[in-house]
């Protein structure tokens, strides 16, 4: 998809188990937020509203999206990322704490925030 100017936009979708994450993800742009926790779907944050995770193949569908930003349970890691691939989307950020397995044509990034935030805190002690 273009914006006005005619570049290209990058068009983002979050399947969320843990909604403050976003508060740590800063993307150039979230087209949707997905989850299955009734207490979650219509909520807003951003002026962007969490949809129930079957919306997602619609919404994928619309505006294009080949990128998701997967933070689910461990145990329902795989699972998901089953059904994003299955549904179009080509690019994985993961948040999980799991090893994805997943088509030769997905490519998938790992974060691990527990060894990030040891490793950003070796030496926080001694100042």
């Known amino acids: 998809m273009k914006n006005q100017n005619g570049f290209a936009t990058l068009e983002i979708i979050i399947v969320l188990s843990i909604i403050s994450v976003l508060a ?9 937020m997905f989850d299955n926790d009734p207490l979650k779907i219509g909520v807003k ?3 962007k509203e969490v949809f ?3 919306n997602l193949p619609d919404i994928v569908d619309k505006f294009g999206v080949k990128i998701a930003i997967l933070t689910v349970p461990r145990k329902f890691a795989q699972e998901v990322t089953n059904f994003l691939t299955d549904k179009g989307i080509k690019y994985i950020w993961n948040f999980t704490p799991c090893v994805l397995n997943v088509p030769t044509d997905v490519q998938v990034w790992n974060e691990n925030l527990i060894g990030n935030f040891l490793q950003f805190t070796v030496g926080f002690e001694d100042n």
Do not use: Q, R, T
């Open 24 to 32: 740590f993800v800063a993307v150039p742009k979230i087209s949707a």
């Open 45 to 47: 944050f951003n002026n």
């Open 52 to 54: 129930h995770i079957s």
